[in-house]
C-alpha cells in the first residue's frame, strides 16, 4: 500500500475503534486471543500508517470491531 492511503486506513481503524470505546490494549488482547500476534505499539503504529497492515491481520480487525471493509477504507 502507498504510505498515504496506509495512514487513512489506520486513522479509520482509530476512529472506529474509539467510537466503539475499545482501548488499543483491549483490541491488540482480541487479536492475540484470536491468533493475530499484535501488540499494542505495534497496533499504534498501524493507526499511524508507520507500519504495514496484512490481509489477514485487516480481516480480523474487520470482524472484532464489526464493521465493513469499506469503512476502513473510506
Not at 489506520?10 to 483491549?26: A, D, Y
Not at 505499539?41 to 480487525?61: F, T
Request: with cysteine; charged share 30%; proline share 0%.
Amino acid at each position: 500500500m502507498n504510505a498515504e492511503f496506509e495512514k487513512k486506513v489506520g486513522h479509520n481503524i482509530r476512529s472506529i475503534r474509539e467510537s466503539k470505546r475499545i482501548t488499543q490494549e483491549q483490541l491488540s488482547a482480541k487479536l492475540q486471543v484470536n491468533g493475530c500476534d499484535i501488540t499494542r505499539s505495534a497496533l499504534a503504529k498501524i493507526e499511524v500508517g508507520q507500519r504495514h497492515l496484512y490481509v489477514d491481520e485487516l480481516k480480523l480487525i474487520k470482524e472484532i470491531l464489526n464493521t465493513t471493509f469499506e469503512e476502513i477504507m473510506k
